[in-house]
Structure formats: C-alpha cells, structure tokens
C-alpha cells in the first residue's frame, strides 16, 4: 500500500481557495441562469427550487351583481317568530292555522270506540318562549284573536284589522319570568265548541299589547319533544279523561311543503323596518332582508395562482332600527345552483350554509349602530370555486343567524357606491408557475 503523505499547511491553503472560489462561480452561474431570463422557461423552477418567489398583495373590485330581496326565511321554515309591540320600528304578530279541529274522542283506552265532541273545557293555547329575545316585558300580555275569514289567501292588510276587540278570544299577562318558559293563553270554550260542533276551521292570531314596547320570540316547531304551538283542550265536562291536543295544520292548497308550513304557522308584519335607500344593501331587519352577491375573479387568480388570504370588505351604514347595540350575527350562505337558475329568489332559498361546506367561513359578528369597514374570510371559498366548472356562478348570500326572529340588521354600501365604499375583495397570492422539464 503506498504511503500517505500529510499536505502541509503552506499547500492547504490554496487549495482550499481555489475549491471556494470555483464552488462561488458556479453558484453565482446558476443563479443568473435562473433569474436573467425568468420569463424564458419553465425548467428554472425546477432547477432552482430554493429560489424565492415574493407574494403578492392586492384588492380588487370584483362583485359584478349585488341586490337586497326582503322575505326571509320563507314562510313557515322559521324555527321560531318574532312578536313585537314597538310602535316606534317594529309590530309583528304570529297567525296560527287549526284547519282540521278533532271532532272525537275515545272514552275509554280500553275500547277503541269514539265519542263525538259536543262540549270542552279547559282549552288554552299553549306556547313555548325563547327567552333570549326577550325585551320590555312589562306590564304587557299576550292576546288572541279569531282571525279567521271567507277569503281563501287574506292579505296581511285583511288580517291586520281582524285583531279588534270583538274577535278577542283569550290573553294571559306576561312577564320576564312567565317568558322563559310554557306560556299557556286560555281560550273561550264557547269558541272552540262552536267551531267544533260547525265543522269549521279556527285561525288564531296571537299579539302582544300594552303600555310598553316589548318583543319576544315563540318557537315555531317542536322541542325537545313538545309541540309548540299546541290547542289542548278537555273533550269533555268530566275532568277524567285526557286533554286533546291538536297541532297548527292547514287543508290550503299548496304544491309544496314550504307553502304548507306556511299556511299553518306564519308572522305577520304589521310594521317593517325601514328601507336602507339606495347604494346600501340590508341584511336582517323584519321582515328580515339577505343580501345577493355575485363574484367575478379574474382567472389570473382564481385558475393560476395559489391564494393564501382572501377577505370580503365590506363598509358598515350605522343602522337606525332597533336594538342598536344588541350585536347581531350574519350568517353565509354559498349559491348551489347553475348559471340556468336566473331566479334570484329561488337562488336564495336553495344556497348551502357556508360554514358547513368551508370550515373557515365562519361569518361576522356586528353591532347594527356601528359604522367602518368590516372583513369576511373567504379564503376557502375562493380556493372551491376554482373547481367549479366553467360558467358556474361564484354567489356569495348573506343572512342573520336568527333570520326572521329579531329586527336588527346589518347594512353596508353596494357596488354603486363610491370606490372607496364598494365591497371589494383584499387577497394575498403566489402565481403558480408550470413546473415541467423543457
């Protein structure tokens, strides 16, 4: 084996320098390989993949169609109603449907044969109350009134001026206590047997009234169970047998099952918020508002880069209804329909909730007497709509969480608003850069 010599310092040092300074040339080589002619070609990325690439920060002007549409949420779908006395913004009463009333009953669960009803006792209306909506609840009650009518779709106008004093057929006091819980209106017996006995339907509006202005919110449907709203009643004088209950139902004849519900459990407005007036969008209010918007991205964007921030801004009008300074929650909805749909409305009603189709659109919390710029993360929805196929309408719908069952709102400026108003979407993004050997 030959012998290994040990290179002395004095020759090391060169050598050394030399290694160094060939190692600098070519790194300094293949640098400017890859950034004197950066638009040549698409192998740099891929032999230099170190290189860094700087983010770019814009804000764009993007919404290309933006209206308000009032009505919501449709008919009959609402978990729970608004009743309200505020003379000053908001009246609102609830219309309950009892079309098809039991005209029978069985005597004894030991037989399976019926009795017909000729008398009652103990009929009251029974109602659940969120008490979170509760406001004023003071020195007020809750009436009902026979609303019932010949006309087959009465007005709200027709139903408004059936709530007089000689069509009252029951009230209970109410107060913040009585408002958390069941709330049960007594019914004149007489009224129910007379309907019973007449085969007649009954249709009862249910207000609030006094000296102050109050508000509260009734559960439309189900709960744990218990049915809300719910006539009971005793079939008979004789207190043994079972009370009768029957639920809001309706003989009207709508094609689908939201005009059912409608017909059977509905608000009525007798007062609404005001109008926002031009270049302001409303969302929420009573009857509560939502708010359109359609998006058109450049595709630079939406196809060719890869967004790492996306953020609706929208610019807040302090609003004058009620309830100012209670915050509200707007709640996004994604459009699920084709171009082919050009019903705004129908649009509306069939969007997803956003937050279920993109974790991170989560929604926005306001306070409606407020003012200044507020921002929505739309990032994961921008990232879904690249997907979508070409044509597809990229809509955004904005709702309040409690949609129908409270009269704040939230307002902001349109796209026919000064530029700085507009709604305009801020991104940060890496334009993606085709990797492909040549």
């Known amino acids: 084996m030959p012998e290994r010599h040990p290179v002395s310092a004095r020759r090391s040092r060169p050598v050394t320098f030399a290694v160094r300074l060939l190692s600098a040339i070519a790194t300094l080589v293949g640098v400017a390989a890859c950034t004197e002619d950066f638009q040549g070609g698409a192998a740099c990325p891929e032999l230099c993949p170190t290189q860094p690439t700087a983010f770019r920060d814009t804000t764009l002007e993007v919404v290309e169609l933006d209206t308000t549409i009032s009505g919501f949420p449709t008919l009959g779908l609402a978990q729970s109603l608004l009743l309200a006395t505020r003379p000053d913004t908001v009246e609102a009463s609830i219309v309950l449907r009892f079309d098809v009333l039991p005209t029978s009953y069985m005597p004894s669960l030991s037989s399976r044969d019926t009795t017909s009803i000729t008398k009652v006792d103990s009929v009251f209306l029974r109602v659940v109350i969120d008490s979170t909506g509760a406001r004023g609840l003071t020195q007020v009650e809750l009436q009902a009134y026979d609303v019932d009518t010949t006309e087959s779709s009465p007005s709200p106008a027709t139903l408004n001026a059936l ?23 007594p019914i004149l017996k007489s009224v129910l047997e007379k309907k019973i006995a007449d085969r007649a339907r009954l249709r009862i509006g249910i207000r609030l009234a006094g000296a102050s202005s109050a508000q509260l919110r009734v559960l439309a449907f189900n709960v744990n169970g218990i049915a809300s709203p719910l006539l009971a009643f005793d079939p008979a004088t004789d207190t043994t047998y079972a009370p009768v209950g029957a639920a809001p139902n309706t003989t009207f004849g709508g094609t689908t099952a939201e005009e059912l519900l409608a017909a059977a459990v509905a608000s009525l407005a007798t007062k609404s918020t005001s109008d926002a007036g031009p270049q302001v969008l409303t969302v929420g209010g009573f009857p509560s508002r939502r708010t359109y ?14 967004v790492v921030r996306a953020e609706l801004l929208l610019t807040q009008v302090k609003s004058p209804g009620v309830d100012g300074r209670d915050s509200i929650t707007v709640v996004p909805l994604i459009g699920a329909t084709t171009s082919q749909l050009t019903d705004i409305r129908r649009a509306m009603d069939l969007a997803a909730e956003g937050q279920f189709a993109f974790p ?3 929604g926005l919390r306001v306070i409606p007497a407020d003012s200044g710029v507020r921002r929505l993360n739309l990032l994961g929805a921008l990232n879904n709509w690249s997907a979508l196929p070409v044509g597809t ?3 955004l719908i904005l709702r309040t969480a409690s949609e129908g069952s409270e009269p704040g709102e939230f307002r902001f400026y349109s796209m026919e608003a000064l530029p700085s108003l507009r709604p305009r979407l801020r991104i940060t993004y890496l334009r993606r850069v085709d990797r492909a050997l040549p």
């Open 393 to 395: 309408p990229k809509v």
């Open 360 to 362: 991170q659109l989560l």
């Open 163 to 185: 709530f007089r004093p000689d069509r009252l057929i029951g009230s209970v006091p109410i107060t913040t206590v009585a408002a958390r819980d069941t709330v049960r209106i």
């Open 293 to 306: 918007l359609r998006f058109n991205i450049p595709s630079v964007i939406l196809d060719s880069s890869s």
